[in-house]
């Protein structure tokens, strides 16, 4: 039986390659769709294997979406979070419907976990970060909407987020050890490997039954955030000093989009059910087991 074949938008991302490198395993082929085909990280991906072909363009160039999606079964939407319009409802709009057009089945759209809360729409309505979350929501809408069968997974805290060289621009003061922050100490964070979500996409498509129609949060473990720098500490061999922002020093800082998303994250894990997460049967990483799967990349 030939190989099915999904389209993968942004796959040198953390999802998308993700997504790409299990799709591989299971015999999928998978055209990956790059704004510059010549980079680092394009070419990268053919390291996963010769069942991976690139495909260079964006949602704005209708034409490289069509070249890219032809003979595709499925397609997994990632989109980048826009934090200032609403690019991403615009393009989702332009690729589920040149997608359905060429023949596509099933669509995968990894939102984002704030969603779960139904308090979302008015908490961050005045946030820097709401574009960002909000569209997503807008997103979901049009997915369902799309006529195609669909799932929606909803991702929680990025271990990755705590990996050089992106902890250093999201905490930018995590380059002097300083973990400064305003979630508070007994805050819990939600954490995902992103490779999880790799998985989950491939278990949607494989299953369209079992998945079709569903909206999954992806969360491989709720740990509190001062647990999480003793195990950073004892990881990297560094003493990390926790600083917590006060009220007042978070209101008066909240206009950057990394803390105003720290903001997001604090009661977030009430409205995950991690034994629901685990009923449907996929792998998921624990955050030790993250930690020791890059253990080398922590020795800051």
Not at 167 to 191: A, H, I, Q
Not at 248 to 263: C, D, H, L, M, Y
Request: net charge neutral; glycine share 8%.
């Amino acid at each position: 039986m030939a190989a099915k074949t999904a389209l993968v938008m942004r796959p040198t991302g953390v999802q998308g390659r993700g997504a790409a490198k299990h799709l591989i395993r299971k015999g999928w082929r998978v055209h990956a769709l790059v704004t510059n085909a010549s980079s680092d990280r394009a070419v990268g991906l053919e390291s996963l294997g010769h069942n991976v072909t690139l495909f260079q363009g964006t949602w704005k160039d209708a034409a490289s979406i069509e070249a890219a999606v032809k003979g595709c079964q499925a397609l997994l939407l990632v989109q980048l979070p826009s934090f200032s319009d609403d690019s991403e409802v615009q393009e989702a709009r332009v690729v589920l419907n040149i997608a359905k057009a060429a023949g596509v089945q099933h669509v995968v759209f990894p939102t984002t976990l704030p969603l779960n809360n139904p308090n979302i729409w008015e908490q961050e309505k005045d946030s820097p970060v709401a574009p960002a979350v909000l569209n997503k929501g807008d997103v979901e809408k049009i997915v369902r909407a799309s006529g195609l069968t669909w799932t929606l997974l909803r991702p929680g805290y990025f271990l990755t987020n705590l990996l050089p060289p992106v902890v250093y621009w999201m905490y930018p003061e995590f380059k002097d050890r300083k973990f400064v922050n305003s979630y508070g100490p007994d805050c819990v964070l939600t954490l995902v490997d992103p490779d999880d979500i790799g998985a989950f996409v491939v278990a949607a498509f494989e299953d369209p039954k079992k998945f079709g129609g569903q909206t999954i949060s992806v969360v491989g473990e709720n740990v509190r955030v001062d647990k999480i720098l003793v195990e950073l500490e004892r990881v990297s061999g560094q003493t990390i000093k926790a600083v917590y922002r006060t009220p007042e020093e978070t209101e008066k800082a909240r206009s950057s989009p990394f803390v105003a998303g720290q903001i997001t994250s604090i009661g977030l894990a009430k409205w995950v059910d991690l034994e629901g997460v685990k009923s449907w049967g996929v792998p998921l990483t624990t955050f030790a087991q993250f930690l020791e799967k890059h253990k080398d990349e922590f020795a800051m």
